[in-house]
């Protein structure tokens, strides 16, 4: 609770962006504006307090002033969104990808001591974080890196099927299994699982044509 979110506002960034557009469509030039403001501005405090000098985005604690330490998938979300400009995604795309990336594919958090097993953590990947890295890596041109990490999450997710005859709502990133972190009894098959593997097979046969923001 005593923190601001990278992806609660790379998500609030794009609703703004979108309001904006749907208020020019409709011809509300005043509405436009000012949805279009409020963006800018959350872009800038994005920016200023979440922006590590790394190149990395972090949580940004407010009680206390200061970033989280923890290089968190998140990270993809405002790629996906577009709030980075282009010598911005160019350092958190090397930075994230150096830190996150494993044998199938993003972890949710990086590789360090917790003092607790969490399961939005590492080892654990979720198809979400998959999806939004593979989209907003594709959207700012480093489709070859997108690709390599649909093909990871494919063959993931086709090797433990055949193994369980299940899907998965999570799985662990360095093993391409279930032996994940719980903090409850993992359910199977779940929707973003099924529609992450659908997409990500779409993007690898060339059926998905991203919209790049720059």
Known sequence: EDFCPVDLNANLYFYETLFARYAALLGDAAAAEEWARCAAK????????????DGIYYDYDY????RSTVVSGAVFSLLYAG??????ARRLVKGALERLEFEYGVAVCEDKPYDYAYQ??????WPPVTYL?????DTYGYGRDA????????????????QTHNLWEKYN???GNINVSNE???????????????????????????????
């Open 42 to 53: 959350r872009r800038e405090l994005i920016n200023r307090y979440c922006l590590g000098s």
């Open 173 to 175: 990133v360095r093993e």
């Open 83 to 88: 709030v980075p400009d282009d010598a911005q």
């Open 133 to 137: 890295a593979v989209r907003g890596l």
């Open 184 to 214: 409850y009894g993992m359910p199977t098959m779940l929707g973003w699982s099924a529609g992450t593997f659908i997409y990500a097979c779409d993007y690898l046969d060339g059926k998905i044509n991203n919209q790049a923001k720059h």
């Open 120 to 125: 939005w953590s590492y080892p654990n990947t």
């Open 63 to 66: 009680v206390n002033g200061r």
């Open 147 to 162: 690709r390599r990490i649909a093909c990871k999450y494919v063959a993931m997710v086709v090797k433990t099927f055949g």
